[in-house]
């Protein structure tokens, strides 16, 4: 079973919010983790967006709206991605990435469908 | 403005060696770790390895242990990697990336990456 867990793929429309998971592996407590998100669209590379350890510990990336934000959801072990006021730009691969014994691993990745 | 750019990426045979540079600038480069991630065509993306500030820690993901070699030239503001006995796994668009936060060696800006292919 992989370290991180993201579903392949989501769809919203322009305008809703969209909520992204990146579930951690049973055994693997979410809470003392920072999660970092990062977007990808075609043909280019990953750009940061923020991390999330709690609301004491995030960080925004440079130049990031605010209308993307992190959370957790401590009962299903994950981190979050919200969304909000989405737009058609938005439409990306995103990744969930954590620092897991001596190694950094990401999330296999969700597509994101704007339509 | 952080500035990454690969180079050394190319066609070679399983089993033969290549080496990646990355140049950066406009940050000041001694002071941050730094990352090598790699995407396969079509695939998520991969954490290769990566080098403390002063090159004294190195991390690496499993699959390239032994095999691959990260080094760092503060002096030249320049990333390396040395990746000998290769595979066509190791396939990939390969990303320097720096950490531009200083607590964290999270990959944070990123090159555009340079091709690496391995195929007989």
Same mark, same amino acid.
């Given at each position: 079973?992989?370290?991180?867990?993201?579903p392949?793929?989501?769809?919203?429309?322009p305008?809703?919010?969209?909520?992204?998971t990146?579930?951690l592996?049973s055994?693997? @407590?979410? %809470?003392?983790?920072? /999660?970092?998100?990062y $977007?990808?669209?075609?043909?280019s590379?990953?750009q940061? =967006?923020l991390?999330?350890k709690?609301?004491?510990d995030?960080?925004?990336?440079?130049?990031?709206?605010s209308?993307?934000?992190g959370?957790?959801?401590?009962?299903? @072990?994950? %981190?979050?991605?919200? /969304?909000?006021?989405? $737009?058609?730009?938005?439409?990306?691969?995103?990744?969930c =990435?954590?620092?897991?014994?001596?190694a950094w691993v990401?999330g296999?990745?969700t597509k994101l469908?704007?339509? | 403005?952080?500035?990454?750019?690969?180079?050394?990426?190319?066609l070679?045979?399983?089993g033969?060696?290549?080496?990646?540079?990355?140049?950066?600038?406009g940050?000041?480069?001694?002071n941050?770790?730094?990352?090598w991630v790699?995407?396969?065509?079509?695939?998520?993306?991969?954490?290769?390895?990566?080098?403390?500030e002063?090159?004294?820690e190195?991390?690496?993901v499993?699959?390239?242990?032994?095999?691959?070699?990260?080094?760092?030239?503060?002096?030249?503001?320049?990333?390396?990697m040395?990746?000998?006995s290769?595979?066509?796994?190791?396939?990939?668009?390969y990303?320097c990336?720096?950490?531009?936060?200083?607590?964290?060696s999270?990959?944070i800006?990123?090159?555009?990456?340079?091709l690496?292919?391995?195929?007989s």
């Amino acid at each position: 079973q992989a370290v991180l867990t993201q579903p392949s793929s989501l769809s919203a429309s322009p305008g809703a919010s969209a909520s992204l998971t990146c579930t951690l592996r049973s055994g693997i @407590n979410v %809470g003392p983790y920072r /999660i970092y998100w990062y $977007q990808q669209k075609p043909g280019s590379p990953p750009q940061y =967006l923020l991390r999330y350890k709690s609301d004491s510990d995030k960080q925004q990336g440079s130049g990031v709206p605010s209308r993307f934000s992190g959370s957790k959801d401590a009962s299903a @072990n994950a %981190g979050i991605l919200l /969304i909000s006021g989405l $737009q058609s730009e938005d439409e990306a691969d995103y990744y969930c =990435l954590i620092w897991h014994s001596s190694a950094w691993v990401f999330g296999g990745g969700t597509k994101l469908t704007v339509l | 403005e952080v500035q990454l750019v690969e180079s050394g990426g190319g066609l070679v045979q399983p089993g033969e060696s290549l080496r990646l540079s990355c140049a950066a600038s406009g940050f000041t480069f001694s002071n941050y770790w730094m990352s090598w991630v790699r995407q396969a065509p079509g695939k998520g993306l991969e954490w290769v390895g990566n080098i403390k500030e002063d090159g004294g820690e190195k991390y690496y993901v499993d699959s390239v242990k032994g095999r691959f070699t990260i080094s760092r030239d503060n002096a030249k503001n320049s990333l390396y990697m040395q990746m000998n006995s290769l595979r066509a796994e190791d396939t990939a668009v390969y990303f320097c990336a720096s950490s531009d936060l200083s607590d964290t060696s999270a990959p944070i800006g990123w090159g555009q990456g340079t091709l690496v292919t391995v195929s007989s």
